[in-house]
C-alpha cells in the first residue's frame, strides 16, 4: 500500500511540477532538427519513468542495446501491465511517442505531454478516425519520430503473449521503417498480480533485432504480424534455455 500510495502522490506532484517544462517544450523552434528535439521532449518523461520505477522497487534487466538503429522505428511489444510504458521510457535510450487510444485525450497534462511526444490517439470504435490516425502516426514516422505500439489491443497481464493485430503494423510498412520488436516481461508482477497494489518485481527487456523496411514491403501484414511475435517470444525461450 504504501508505495500505491507513494506511486500516485509522486504522479500528480510531478505532473505539476512539470508544467514550466510543458510550456517549454511546446515553444521549441520547429526548425530545431528532429533528433535534437525528440531527445530534449524526452528527458524529463524519462527522468519521471526512471523515478517511479525505483518507487516500485523494482530491477530491469535490459538485452540487445545494440539492435537500436538510428533513425526513426517502429518498436512493436509485447502488452504485460500499465507499467510497460514507464518502463520503456526509462530503458530504451532513443525517444519516442506511442499510439494510445483516444479517451486518455481527456486527462490533463499527461495529454499535453503525449502531445508534445508526437504520441498518437486512436478511437477504435470509428474506422474512419482510425484510419486518419494511422496516417498521422505514418507522417510522424517520415518526419524522424519514432513510435511504440502494442498490437495485442490488450494487457496480457503476466499471461501469454496474445495474437498481433496486423493494422498498426502498417505504420512502419507505408512510412517505409524498421520494426524494432520488444519482449517485455514482468511488470504485471509490479502491479497487475497484485489486487492493484504496488510492489517490487523482476522486469526484463528483450530488445531484437530490427526487421528491415525493404523486408517488410514485400510480405503480407498478417505474416510480418505473427513473424514479430514469434521473435519476442523466442527472445524468452533463449533466455530459459541460457539460464
Known amino acids: 500500500m504504501i508505495r ?17 517544462s510543458l510550456a517549454k517544450m511546446k515553444r521549441l523552434h520547429p526548425e530545431m532538427p528532429v533528433s535534437e528535439r525528440d531527445r530534449l521532449i524526452h528527458q524529463l518523461p524519462m527522468k519521471w519513468s526512471s523515478t517511479i520505477m525505483k518507487i516500485t522497487g523494482s530491477t530491469v534487466e535490459v538485452k540487445g542495446k545494440e539492435f537500436l538503429p538510428e533513425g526513426p522505428v517502429v518498436f512493436v511489444c509485447n502488452h504485460e501491465g500499465d507499467f510497460d510504458i514507464p518502463v ?11 499510439i494510445s487510444k483516444v479517451e486518455v485525450k481527456k486527462a490533463p497534462i499527461i495529454s499535453s505531454w503525449m502531445e508534445v511526444m508526437n504520441c498518437v490517439f486512436i ?30 489491443g490488450t494487457r496480457s497481464k503476466g499471461g501469454p503473449i496474445g495474437e498481433f493485430k496486423a493494422g498498426g503494423l502498417r505504420l512502419a510498412k507505408d512510412a517505409g521503417v524498421p520494426i524494432v520488436p520488444i519482449g517485455i516481461k514482468g511488470t504485471a508482477d509490479i502491479f497487475e498480480k497484485n489486487n492493484r497494489l504496488v510492489r517490487p518485481a523482476k522486469v526484463q527487456i528483450n530488445i531484437c533485432q530490427p526487421i528491415d523496411p525493404h523486408s517488410i514491403r514485400e510480405k503480407d501484414m498478417k505474416e510480418i504480424a505473427s513473424e514479430v511475435r514469434n521473435i519476442i517470444i523466442t527472445s524468452f525461450r533463449k533466455d530459459n534455455k541460457a539460464s
Do not use: C, T, W
Open 123 to 152: 478511437d477504435r470504435k470509428d474506422r474512419r478516425s482510425a484510419v486518419q490516425s494511422i496516417r498521422d502516426g505514418v507522417d510522424k514516422l517520415k518526419n524522424g519520430h519514432s513510435i511504440v505500439i502494442f498490437p495485442e
Open 88 to 98: 520503456l521510457l526509462a530503458f530504451i535510450d532513443k525517444p519516442f511517442g506511442f
Open 4 to 20: 500505491l500510495i507513494a506511486f500516485v502522490v509522486y504522479m500528480a506532484g510531478y505532473l505539476v511540477y512539470s508544467l514550466p
